[in-house]
DNA sequence: GACATATTTCAATTTTTCTTGAATTATTGA
DNA sequence: TCAATAATTCAAGAAAAATTGAAATATGTC
């Protein structure tokens, strides 16, 4: 992943508005939700969400489909897995041990696995 | 960590030339850089260099010490690794299959140690 | 103390991002 | 086809973030 790629999804999460719909997205799995609920519960503007998903989905954190009139919203895991590991690579290679407890938990939840 | 702390932190990263101010104290390691030094290397004015080393030291990623008349920065690694503490939470818990990788790298580094 | 160096602060400006409300597009069901 | 619903697009304005250059602060050296 580049910087630029980097900076889009960094900066997709980085607004309220944003961080509080994807929040809801992981919280309500695969199925996703349709952009009015989503506008509804954050208590925005529809056309407002619009901007905001439409950042998110550019960002590919998030993917969209249509199912009769609705146009549903669900986190694009892939997305979140891939700037995930551009940013422990950059915190933790050469240097494992400062991110400790963060490999300590998904140590750990592998060994649960 | 709430999400106004994540809102802080992420939107520091989420800019072209703290980014890669950030990326490169991340390679200098617990030494650091003096500000004019970054400056030089990314090649941006001094006084806009500061206003971004202050937005990282505010976010918790940096941290900052005088040594005669530099000013060194170097990444503060507990605000990363809340950071990534706090991604990781809401992208896997409760699915944690969904970021096999990134767990993955963290199992295989935990048990080369 | 006087001067040089390193950095920060400040005010002004520019640029980017976000919100608003109206208009538009797309889809469905009567 | 017509009306209703869901969502997006668009243009305008408001708000927030970034850059600039000058001034101020702090430190060290002679």
Known sequence: MDDRTAIEALSALA?????RTF???V???????PAGEIAARIEIAPSALSFHLSHLERAGLLRA?????HVYYAVE???MR???AFLTEDCCRGR???CGELTGWAADDARER
């Open 96 to 98: 494992p041990e400062l």
């Open 27 to 33: 919280k309500e799995g695969p199925s996703g939700l």
């Open 77 to 79: 895991v892939e997305g």
């Open 15 to 19: 607004q309220e508005h944003r961080l």
């Open 23 to 25: 929040r809801m997205l």
């Open 65 to 69: 489909w249509r199912v009769k009139r």
């Open 82 to 84: 891939k700037l995930l």
